[in-house]
Nanobody, 115 residues
Framework: QVQLVESGGGLVQPGGSPRLSCAAS????????MAWYRQRPGTQRELVAR???????EYRGTAKGRFTLSTDNDENTVYLQMASLKLDDTAVYHC?????????WGQGTQVTVSS
């Protein structure tokens, strides 16, 4: 059973640069890809960014140019470095993994952008 544990959320001021972590229970490059999704209040969950097993990355929407994925292979962890946060980045951020067409989710971490 794959387990994903997120951390790093909290209250952030506008313009802040928090880093979210997703620790996996197995080698992260065993996954087809790992991703960060977010669910903003009153909206559907949306893809923010993902990293494929070969190391390539994809960013969606406003994450482009502001957010950066990185990995620590020894710690089986994927990071989402966020920057220039805005009020509408407030959301629950979920880690996701696709392993051989089986899908796994973390419990989510709340990021609240507020002054």
């Amino acid at each position: 059973q794959v387990q994903l544990v997120e951390s790093g959320g909290g209250l952030v001021q506008p313009g802040g640069s928090p880093r979210l972590s997703c620790a996996a229970s197995m080698n992260i490059f065993s996954f087809d890809y790992m991703a960060w999704y977010r669910q903003r209040p009153g909206t559907q969950r949306e893809l923010v960014a993902r990293i494929f097993s070969g190391g390539s990355t994809e960013y969606r929407g406003t994450a482009k140019g502001r957010f950066t994925l990185s990995t620590d292979n020894d710690e089986n962890t994927v990071y989402l470095q966020m920057a220039s946060l805005k009020l509408d980045d407030t959301a629950v951020y979920h880690c996701f993994a696709n392993y051989r067409e089986e899908y796994y989710w973390g419990q989510g971490t709340q990021v609240t952008v507020s002054s």
